[in-house]
């Protein structure tokens, strides 16, 4: 009897485990289709609309293009004779004034230079008295045998003889003068070859560049060596922009411009196209063209080869009633048409977007003008400030996922 009673005990587990297994296998299939039959009772294809309001606003159509900040005139000061610079007196930043010295050349070979064309000058001047002396002396000589050849007191001979020696006089005088205006230009190039060897600056402005160290020996005789560059007025610059040669069509003279640098990313600045230069430029086979791009710069933030990320607005719209070019691409699903009923093709040369109206999606046509990409100008149509357009759809967590997104670039579902 024992040894019945223990080999029934483990059977009895054995039945008691495989019941609760049975049990939790029915429940979840339970569950299984309790969940089918609740997700088929569902409705399908219900549609949400994600949509932003019709306004007034501004349309902007802007080209972009890269470029550099520069002062708008930049002077280069060189040398145009060579030496060794004995002194620098201005420096990167310095404020100078025009004329003002801003480095010395050793100047004693050109002092030397002078005073030996001074020397050549007096002597010229000196030779110029002695020969005038031998020219009165050799008048008063004509004038005797002139005289003395009408008594026949001298011979024709003698007199002619005196009458060359005068005349060989006047043109030694024609000779000391012509030699005296030759040494008084060499004096004067003398003269200013020393007065090159101060660096002087043409215009009043600032050193952005300083090229040369006391004791550098300059050499022009070749080219004109580069010493310093200074900016005429840092407060009005410009922005050399490089635009394409695709959007190089639609930019004129005297459209409105702004751009960033990366030294100021929260700051935005505002200046005017000045010029658009012919010139192309080619780099890689890519056609550029430079549009100088005139800026005021007050507060001197803007500094001389800052990359610039320019926007210049070659068409605008002021106060003109707009709406997000998206919903323009907007096309309904199947399940959106089903609540629009039938609805027949725009007319040619309008456009078509939706609205909610009364709950209920309604299709709307209209002309339209300037597009810049975000926002498109309504110049006609049945659309009015305050209509919600559709701007795309979704189920419930999707049309929450899109309105986020779209309340972050600014419209509202």
Same mark, same amino acid.
């Given at each position: 009897?024992?040894?019945?009673?223990?080999?029934?005990?483990?059977?009895?587990?054995?039945?008691?485990?495989?019941?609760?297994?049975?049990?939790?296998?029915?429940?979840?299939?339970?569950?299984?289709?309790?969940?089918?039959?609740?997700?088929?009772?569902?409705?399908?294809?219900?549609?949400?609309?994600?949509?932003?309001?019709?306004?007034?606003?501004?349309?902007?159509?802007?080209?972009?293009?890269?470029?550099?900040?520069?002062?708008?005139?930049?002077?280069?000061?060189?040398?145009?004779?060579?030496?060794?610079?004995?002194?620098?007196?201005?420096?990167?930043?310095?404020?100078?004034?025009?004329?003002?010295?801003?480095?010395?050349?050793?100047?004693?070979?050109?002092?030397?230079?002078?005073?030996?064309?001074?020397?050549?000058?007096?002597?010229?001047? =000196?030779?110029?008295?002695? $020969? %005038? #002396?031998?020219?009165?002396? *050799?008048?008063?000589?004509?004038?005797?045998? +002139? @005289?003395? !050849?009408?008594?026949?007191?001298?011979?024709?001979?003698?007199?002619?003889? =005196?009458?060359?020696?005068? $005349? %060989? #006089?006047?043109?030694?005088? *024609?000779?000391?003068?012509?030699?005296?205006? +030759? @040494?008084? !230009?060499?004096?004067?190039?003398?003269?200013?070859?020393?007065?090159?060897?101060?660096?002087?600056?043409?215009?009043?402005?600032?050193?952005?560049?300083?090229?040369?160290?006391?004791?550098?020996?300059?050499?022009?005789?070749?080219?004109?060596?580069?010493?310093?560059?200074?900016?005429?007025?840092?407060?009005?610059?410009?922005?050399?922009?490089?635009?394409?040669?695709?959007?190089?069509?639609?930019?004129?003279?005297?459209?409105?411009?702004?751009?960033?640098?990366?030294?100021?990313?929260?700051?935005?600045?505002?200046?005017?196209?000045?010029?658009?230069?012919?010139?192309?430029?080619?780099?890689?086979?890519?056609?550029?063209?430079?549009?100088?791009?005139?800026?005021?710069?007050?507060?001197?933030?803007?500094?001389?080869?800052?990359?610039?990320?320019?926007?210049?607005?070659?068409?605008?719209?002021?106060?003109?009633?707009?709406?997000?070019?998206?919903?323009?691409?907007?096309?309904?699903?199947?399940?959106?048409?089903?609540?629009?009923?039938?609805?027949?093709?725009?007319?040619?040369?309008?456009?078509?977007?939706?609205?909610?109206?009364?709950?209920?999606?309604?299709?709307?046509?209209?002309?339209?003008?300037?597009?810049?990409?975000?926002?498109?100008?309504?110049?006609?149509?049945?659309?009015?400030?305050?209509?919600?357009?559709?701007?795309?759809?979704?189920?419930?967590?999707?049309?929450?996922?899109?309105?986020?997104?779209?309340?972050?670039?600014?419209?509202?579902?």
């Amino acid at each position: 009897m024992g040894h019945e009673g223990g080999t029934e005990r483990p059977g009895r587990l054995r039945r008691g485990r495989s019941g609760r297994t049975a049990v939790i296998a029915a429940l979840i299939l339970l569950i299984v289709v309790a969940a089918v039959l609740w997700w088929q009772r569902q409705p399908v294809g219900a549609v949400r609309f994600q949509t932003a309001d019709a306004g007034q606003g501004a349309v902007e159509r802007t080209v972009s293009a890269t470029g550099t900040v520069n002062p708008v005139l930049t002077v280069t000061v060189g040398s145009y004779v060579s030496g060794v610079i004995a002194k620098v007196l201005c420096d990167f930043n310095d404020m100078v004034k025009e004329g003002q010295i801003c480095a010395q050349i050793d100047d004693r070979t050109y002092q030397s230079a002078v005073a030996q064309a001074r020397a050549n000058l007096d002597l010229g001047r =000196a030779q110029l008295s002695k $020969d %005038q #002396a031998a020219l009165a002396y *050799a008048k008063a000589n004509y004038d005797r045998n +002139q @005289r003395m !050849a009408l008594t026949n007191t001298v011979s024709q001979d003698a007199a002619e003889l =005196a009458k060359s020696t005068y $005349d %060989q #006089a006047l043109a030694q005088i *024609a000779v000391d003068q012509a030699t005296i205006e +030759q @040494r008084q !230009a060499a004096l004067d190039a003398a003269k200013i070859n020393l007065d090159y060897t101060q660096i002087r600056s043409p215009v009043a402005g600032t050193v952005i560049l300083r090229n040369v160290t006391a004791g550098q020996t300059v050499a022009a005789s070749l080219q004109t060596p580069t010493l310093f560059l200074i900016a005429q007025n840092l407060q009005q610059m410009q922005v050399d922009a490089n635009v394409s040669e695709s959007d190089i069509g639609q930019v004129r003279a005297g459209e409105d411009a702004s751009f960033t640098v990366n030294a100021f990313p929260g700051r935005t600045f505002h200046g005017t196209v000045r010029q658009v230069r012919q010139s192309p430029q080619s780099v890689q086979n890519v056609i550029t063209y430079d549009v100088i791009i005139a800026v005021a710069n007050p507060d001197l933030a803007l500094k001389p080869g800052m990359t610039a990320a320019a926007k210049i607005v070659v068409a605008s719209r002021k106060d003109v009633l707009r709406v997000p070019s998206r919903a323009l691409r907007y096309q309904p699903s199947a399940a959106a048409l089903a609540q629009i009923g039938q609805i027949e093709p725009p007319a040619k040369g309008r456009a078509r977007l939706y609205v909610v109206r009364d709950g209920r999606p309604v299709a709307v046509d209209l002309e339209t003008g300037l597009d810049d990409g975000t926002w498109t100008e309504v110049t006609g149509g049945g659309l009015a400030a305050g209509d919600k357009v559709i701007l795309g759809e979704g189920t419930a967590s999707s049309t929450s996922r899109s309105a986020a997104l779209s309340r972050n670039l600014g419209f509202h579902p």
